[in-house]
């Protein structure tokens, strides 16, 4: 049984609810992780409020110091944390050291963040009157993850959330929950005071619980758009700040011109890598033109028949399992959708060999997909590609603008004027101009516009900053000679 992490200690739990953690290479269930109960969630919260009166006036030094020496524990541990997220997300080792690394990141960012909370000051707004910002903690920050990145996304939360000045829980997916205790130990050994960071296991249950707490100041959420709906509409009605990144269907429009060889490439990985469970993976690709479909198609069909599926312990492992058998319901699905929709299977993931247990499937790859149809309109989230073909450049865009989701888009092409035109009439949050996967740099801001994203401001970069932080801004007067003040609003 996993413990929770409350006030700076792993403590067994005493709740009754639990559910299973699986071994998705085998099938297997690993270990039962529990759901916190209330008197488990009042205990984390009553030690984040205590440890925020200390730490929310720590010196910035002192907060900067605390993340230098995390960030040299986790880049110390990057072997022990990528076994954790293989053997229970399923990923092959080098893609989950790659996630680490770029949470990584965003640590590294919040080293240097003091420079970000410094604010403006005006001298001489008035006579002898100064005005000037300052930019305080919240209080408890809440962040709720999901399964795909049990290191990464976490790290693009508290690590910003603490040099702030706040004091964190984590709520982490139950399906590969023991990643999240891992860092927790790490940022404790790296100094931390106790509380600064709680980690509590569970549910919807504990979720809701936890977004009304009225002790509960902010919350960031990353997870499906259903939930991520649910999540900004409760934690705003009970007055929180929240930020909730949901799902996507990130299109790929390699134009007439492209280097179909160095698209083909790009695509593959980006369609397949990590099994296709990232929220930045490209779903659809959109072809300009009968003859650049073509050619592509041509060059993924053999690359695909070539990757190797197994274990993600297994180095020569390309295609790793889905996390759960629910994942791989879903796909499978899909799939039976997609065929009965009209769309042209050309590679289908269940005639591929896969090892005999596991949430294993081969990758899929369907042609003369058309706009209404439901693999193009609902994220699959799993190795499945979809490939459109537009007549011209202006329908092409005008089908990704028309798509409910905006998180990320690519386009390949040699053409400046195009990439330019792109960048600025498409819909998403994050665009990629022959850069298949455009996940911004820990120092920018991540995040995608229409239903995957509800809540404003990004993750990490300025905007983490943002979130974690909130304007005061004081107006000051020390006057030489004594002043009459009116009955008039004061003008400068
Ligand atoms: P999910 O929405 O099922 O779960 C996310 C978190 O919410 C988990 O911690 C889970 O325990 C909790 N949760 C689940 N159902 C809940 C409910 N009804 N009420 C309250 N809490 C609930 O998502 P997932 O399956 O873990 O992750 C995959 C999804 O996350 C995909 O849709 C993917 O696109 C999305 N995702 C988005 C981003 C992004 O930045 N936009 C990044 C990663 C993943």
Same mark, same amino acid.
């Given at each position: 049984m996993l413990a929770h992490h409350i006030n700076g200690a792993r403590v067994t739990s005493t709740g009754a609810e639990c559910a299973s953690v699986y071994n998705p290479a085998k099938g297997e269930i690993l270990y039962p992780v529990p759901f916190a109960n209330q008197s488990e969630i009042e205990k984390a919260i009553e030690a984040a409020e205590k440890a925020h009166q200390q730490w929310s006036l720590s010196s910035l030094a002192e907060r900067a110091r605390l993340m230098f020496a995390f960030k040299q524990l986790l880049e110390k541990n990057i072997p022990a944390l990528a076994e954790c997220i293989t053997l229970e997300h399923g990923k092959?080792?080098?893609?989950?050291? &790659?996630?680490?690394?770029?949470?990584?990141?965003?640590?590294?960012?919040?080293?240097?963040?003091?420079?970000?909370?410094?604010?403006s000051y005006s001298e001489r707004v008035g006579r002898d009157v100064d005005c000037y910002g300052l930019r305080q903690s919240l209080g408890i920050c809440v962040g709720i993850t999901p399964f795909n990145f049990p290191a990464m996304i976490p790290l693009w939360m508290y690590p910003l959330a603490l040099i702030c000045g706040n004091t964190f829980i984590h709520k982490p997916s139950e399906k590969d929950p023991s990643t999240a205790l891992l860092l927790a130990d790490?940022?404790?050994?790296?100094?931390?005071?106790?509380?600064?960071?709680?980690?509590?296991?569970?549910?919807?249950?504990v979720v809701d619980a936890l977004i009304s707490h009225p002790k509960v100041k902010a919350v960031s959420f990353v997870g499906s758009t259903k939930v991520a709906e649910h999540i900004y509409q409760t934690a705003s009605r009970h007055h929180k700040r929240v930020q909730a990144f949901g799902g996507a269907k990130n299109h790929c429009l390699v134009m007439d011109d492209?280097?179909?060889?160095?698209?083909?490439?790009?695509?593959?990985?980006?369609?397949?890598?990590?099994?296709?469970?990232r929220c930045m993976a490209i779903s659809v690709v959109l072809c300009v033109g009968n003859k650049t479909a073509d050619a592509l198609v041509e060059r993924l069909i053999p690359a695909m028949k070539a990757l190797v599926i197994g274990s993600g312990e297994n180095d020569r492992t390309v295609l790793a399992p889905l996390t759960s058998s629910d994942g791989l319901n879903r796909v499978q699905e899909y799939l039976e959708i997609g065929i009965k929709e009209g769309a042209n299977l050309i590679v289908d993931g269940r005639q591929a060999s896969i090892p005999e247990k596991g949430f294993f499937i081969g990758a899929s790859l369907f042609d003369h997909v058309k706009p209404a149809m439901r693999i193009y309109q609902e994220e699959i989230f799993g190795p499945v590609l979809c490939v459109?073909?537009?007549?011209?450049?202006?329908?092409?865009?005008?089908?990704?603008?028309?798509?409910?989701?905006?998180?990320? &888009?690519?386009?390949?092409?040699q053409s400046g004027e195009i990439a330019h035109d792109y960048a600025s009439r498409v819909q998403i949050g994050m665009v990629g101009i022959n850069v298949p996967i455009p996940v911004p740099v820990g120092y920018h801001s991540f995040g995608g516009w229409k239903n995957?994203?509800?809540?404003?401001?990004?993750?990490?970069?300025?905007?983490?900053?943002?979130?974690?932080?909130?304007?005061?801004?004081?107006?000051?007067?020390?006057?030489?000679?004594?002043?009459?003040?009116?009955?008039?609003?004061?003008?400068?």
């Open positions: 092959t080792r080098a893609d989950a050291t &790659a996630s680490i690394q770029r949470g990584i990141d965003v640590v590294e960012f919040a080293c240097g963040a003091p420079h970000l909370l410094k604010s790490l940022l404790y050994e790296a100094g931390a005071p106790d509380g600064i960071l709680n980690v509590l296991h569970g549910g919807k249950e492209a280097d179909v060889d160095d698209a083909a490439n790009a695509i593959l990985g980006a369609a397949y890598g990590s099994t296709g469970q459109m073909r537009a007549p011209d450049y202006e329908t092409a865009l005008s089908w990704i603008n028309a798509h409910p989701y905006g998180n990320g &888009a690519a386009i390949f092409t995957s994203v509800f809540g404003d401001l990004g993750l990490h970069g300025p905007d983490g900053i943002q979130f974690y932080t909130r304007l005061k801004t004081i107006t000051a007067r020390w006057p030489k000679t004594k002043q009459n003040h009116g009955f008039t609003l004061p003008t400068h």
